[in-house]
């Protein structure tokens, strides 16, 4: 199976994405996750995106790119992926989506993950005060999502003209998000 989560900054991405993967027996690419180990390792790309990322606006395009499709490939020839976090602009979707076709490795389903903003607001502020992310102050939480309905949003549309968005109700406890989502996706029993 190959997925996409997509959703605002809070809304679960991480979370559903560990736990679906594992119960599909697919990989998680996180786009964060990867960045953000660029920057733990000091390498030329993780000194590039550092300061845009503490600022909570996107990384350019063709970086992400660059970054992401060789992790997606490779997992599509283990069998399968869920991708959070990208692509995040329509200029990602559009060159992800060439790539993909010349590689007969094109999304099936896009999870949108829909929760009130001030649902994702307490929650990014609940884990600021555990993990102590640089991008979870209230200030550039509330410019992740400016930023999101901005430039990630149009996505909605990018792929509900293919025929691929589900839309979830990402407001309730965990549990019930997971169980959502696996109905929507026709998942079956684990
Ligand atoms: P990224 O790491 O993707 O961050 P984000 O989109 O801001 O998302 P978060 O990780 O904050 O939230 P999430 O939706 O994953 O929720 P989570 O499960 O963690 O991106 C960070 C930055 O990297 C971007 O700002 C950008 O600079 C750069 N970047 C990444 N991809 C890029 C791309 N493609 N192009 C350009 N730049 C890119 O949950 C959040 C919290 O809520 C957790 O504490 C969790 O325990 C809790 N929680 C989750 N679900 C629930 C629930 N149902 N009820 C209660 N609490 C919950």
Same mark, same amino acid.
């Given at each position: 199976?190959?997925? /996409?989560?997509?959703?605002?900054?809070?809304?679960?991405?991480?979370?559903?994405?560990?736990?679906?993967?594992?119960?599909?027996?697919?990989?998680?690419?996180?786009?964060?996750?990867?960045?953000?180990?660029?920057?733990?390792?000091?390498?030329?790309?993780?000194?590039?995106?550092?300061? /845009?990322?503490?600022?909570?606006?996107?990384?350019?395009?063709?970086?992400?790119?660059?970054?992401?499709?060789?992790?997606?490939?490779?997992?599509?020839?283990?069998?399968?992926?869920?991708?959070?976090?990208?692509?995040?602009?329509?200029?990602?979707?559009?060159?992800?989506?060439?790539?993909?076709?010349?590689?007969?490795?094109?999304?099936?389903?896009?999870?949108?993950?829909?929760?009130?903003?001030?649902?994702?607001?307490?929650?990014? /502020?609940?884990?600021?005060?555990?993990?102590?992310?640089?991008?979870?102050?209230?200030?550039?939480?509330?410019?992740?999502?400016?930023?999101?309905?901005?430039?990630?949003?149009?996505?909605?549309?990018?792929?509900?003209?293919?025929?691929?968005? /589900?839309?979830?109700?990402?407001?309730?406890?965990?549990?019930?998000?997971?169980?959502?989502?696996?109905?929507?996706?026709?998942?079956?029993?684990?």
């Amino acid at each position: 199976m190959r997925l /996409l989560l997509l959703g605002a900054p809070g809304s679960g991405k991480g979370t559903q994405a560990t736990m679906l993967a594992k119960r599909l027996g697919i990989e998680h690419l996180s786009s964060g996750d990867l960045l953000r180990l660029e920057i733990e390792r000091r390498t030329p790309l993780g000194a590039q995106v550092g300061d /845009l990322m503490a600022a909570g606006d996107l990384v350019p395009d063709e970086l992400v790119i660059d970054l992401m499709m060789p992790y997606v490939e490779a997992a599509n020839d283990r069998g399968g992926w869920l991708v959070d976090g990208f692509p995040r602009t329509l200029g990602q979707a559009e060159r992800a989506y060439e790539l993909a076709r010349a590689r007969d490795a094109l999304l099936e389903r896009v999870v949108h993950l829909v929760a009130d903003a001030d649902q994702l607001v307490d929650r990014l /502020l609940a884990r600021a005060h555990k993990e102590g992310r640089a991008d979870d102050t209230e200030a550039t939480i509330r410019h992740r999502m400016e930023v999101y309905t901005k430039q990630t949003e149009p996505l909605k549309q990018f792929y509900a003209d293919r025929g691929l968005l /589900l839309e979830v109700d990402a407001n309730g406890p965990v549990e019930q998000v997971n169980a959502e989502i696996i109905a929507g996706l026709g998942a079956g029993a684990a």
